[in-house]
């Protein structure tokens, strides 16, 4: 869910609420695996159980060491159907090449049952951060359960009651959500700093999920299956990369990717890129006329918008502020399209960074807009500072509710019970990313190409709310249209909503259809 970008601007991209191919874990008689060749040093954590840091011996971490693997059996009742199911929560464990014990992955399991499976498909889920739990997919969108996390009706205060799903995947689909070190209940077991270090990098990163995938497979029997895999915000690099390491370092082919709104390249939206601008001002547009607009927007209403950031906008922007006339023009054409004061707007050059506009946008009546859902409007803690002091009530507020559901869910039902916490969103992981170094900002387009130019039946979809500002539907449209011929089958679906579009009801409906038409 959350992005948390690299030194760089981060009001263009989400902070922890996010020169080589990936190498494989090496693979011993026993699944010895390790993560790639270690990142330089990420900061240090806390000990113990909590899952963002290394254990401080190998006592405690025996002492905290997760339980063994839960199996139930669930039937939950839908509108005109019933599902039965087997539920596992349980984890997987990752060694180094050495066979020494490095992490226990978490992760919650749904299996139809009364199915052949080896032709069914399994879907594997897991969300970014870097930090973020597959909590919010599982009871947000996808799973069998389901919590309300509508950001403009739920407070930190709403009752954590799940209920039975209606736009569940399982239907069509079994589903595997997994946790990355450090989220969820995944935790280190190894000692030291290195393993943080090989764990918390891009590359550490997705070998460690790519070899989990493997792992469940061979463990439940399901090689044969059509495998896909969805992963949210950045997860828009999580998804490529784990499909080439899949397919070059684990053996394993996969279906079709799902990523749900991606950042798939750090480069053009941050520092002092002109794309950034570019990137924002259709979702800018879409808030202040859904604001206006009785019924519901959609991206069809905003085409208008997106020919001009297209065209004059970026013409514009490419002159420069010492052409006074071109800035003018810039910024009294945003002010129209935003409703933002026409004076704010010259003094910003109608160049808008996301914490500007977001605090902008209402400020007469003392309100700040979310970021993951610009449509959502909250109280500016301190309307009158020359700073900004607020967060993200788009996002803040579903925390605490997503938290305790996930948990009871997990050990009541589910009747797996972990010590130590639940990580929702885990500031420590964030801190301590490596995204790299050198002149190339972290990017998985590459990676992009390489899959789709190698599996000409790769399916690929890739979803996006109109409201969102963490990730701006149209910069993944702009990073799309750059693809070759070969990858015009990647289809871009845009729906009224934010980072969570799938929280309001029409928006998981029809992502649902659109899913299952992709399985089929």
Not at 316 to 326: H, Y
Request: charged share 25%.
């Amino acid at each position: 869910m959350r992005i948390k970008v690299p030194a760089v601007r981060t009001a263009c991209l989400l902070i922890a609420l996010f020169a080589a191919i990936p190498s494989a874990y090496t693979q011993e008689a026993q699944h010895a695996e390790t993560p790639a060749a270690a990142a330089p040093p990420g900061q240090k954590g806390g000990p113990g159980a909590r899952a963002g840091g290394t254990p401080a011996s190998s006592a405690a971490a025996e002492q905290h060491k997760l339980p063994p693997d839960s199996t139930t059996k669930q039937t939950i009742e839908l509108p005109g159907r019933s599902l039965t199911f087997t539920a596992t929560a349980g984890s997987i464990r990752l060694f180094d090449d050495k066979g020494e014990p490095q992490a226990d992955i978490a992760y919650t399991a749904y299996q139809l049952d009364g199915v052949h499976r080896a032709s069914r498909p399994v879907t594997f889920v897991f969300n970014g951060g870097p930090g973020a739990a597959s909590a919010w997919l599982q009871l947000g969108n996808n799973g069998p359960w389901r919590l309300d996390i509508n950001a403009a009706m739920v407070t930190p205060s709403s009752a954590p009651d799940v209920k039975p799903n209606a736009e569940t995947w399982l239907d069509f689909t079994d589903l595997v959500f997994i946790d990355p070190v450090g989220t969820g209940y995944s935790r280190f077991v190894a000692t030291g700093e290195d393993v943080r270090k090989k764990f918390y990098s891009v590359d550490g990163d997705v070998a460690s999920i790519a070899v989990t995938i493997r792992r469940w497979l061979e463990k439940n029997d399901r090689l044969l299956s059509p495998k896909y895999i969805v992963g949210e915000s950045y997860g828009g690099i999580r998804g490529p990369k784990v499909v080439r390491n899949l397919e070059r370092q684990q053996g394993v082919g996969v279906s079709g990717l799902i990523l749900i709104s991606p950042v798939l390249d750090f480069r053009e939206w941050s520092g002092s890129s002109i794309l950034q601008y570019v990137a924002s001002l259709p979702s800018f547009a879409a808030v202040a006329r859904d604001r206006d607009r009785k019924g519901e927007l959609t991206r069809a209403d905003m085409k208008d918008v997106e020919n001009y950031a297209r065209t004059d906008f970026v013409v514009d922007l490419l002159k420069g502020q010492a052409d006074t006339e071109a800035t003018n023009r810039i910024a009294d054409k945003v002010a129209a399209l935003t409703g933002i004061d026409q004076a704010v707007s010259r003094r910003l050059a109608g160049r808008f960074g996301i914490a500007e506009f977001r605090r902008e946008f209402d400020r007469r009546d003392g309100k700040v807009t979310g970021r993951y859902d610009a449509s959502v409007l909250a109280t500016d803690p301190y309307p009158d500072s020359s700073s900004f002091h607020f967060g993200d009530p788009s996002g803040d507020r579903l925390v605490a509710p997503l938290t305790s559901a996930v948990v009871d869910l997990t050990t009541r039902k589910l009747k797996w019970r972990p010590d130590g916490s639940y990580e929702t969103l885990n500031g420590a992981v964030a801190r301590a990313w490596n995204f790299g170094s050198g002149m190339h900002p972290v990017e998985s387009v590459s990676d992009l190409r390489q899959i789709l130019a190698l599996d000409p039946k790769l399916k690929m979809l890739v979803a996006h709310g109109l409201f969102d500002l963490a990730t701006p539907y149209f910069g993944s449209q702009i990073v799309l249209d750059q693809l070759p011929p070969y990858a015009s089958r990647v289809k871009l679906m845009v729906y009224p909503g934010g980072h969570m579009f799938y929280s309001r009801d029409a928006s998981r409906q029809a992502f649902r259809t659109e899913v299952e038409q992709l399985m089929e």
